[in-house]
């Protein structure tokens, strides 16, 4: 099968303030917002409870890790800066507390 490189690759090119702050809120996220963590990966993504950790983000999604597990949690709209993300984060947490 041949893929094209838009079908794997994210467009980075309007994401540079959330680029530059990633690894701050990665660190944040990790320090501060663990519940959150697990919330998405149990809640939103359906996986077991664990020690789950932000590796990542990009304008669609970020990423979480629980030992060699590893989970992509889907943005429903593109972020491109710190503010965005921050909302992002507020609102898929809110939906994650109110799913059973």
Known sequence: MDLRPEQFLTDISDAEALLEAEAGAVE?????????MDLYATRLLGAEA????CTGCDPEGIDLQAGAKTLRLDFPER???PGELRKMLVRLAGEARTKE
Do not use: L
């Open 28 to 36: 944040h996220i990790n320090a501060d917002h663990r519940e959150a």
């Open 79 to 81: 972020v491109t800066g």
């Open 50 to 53: 664990g020690n789950w950790r």
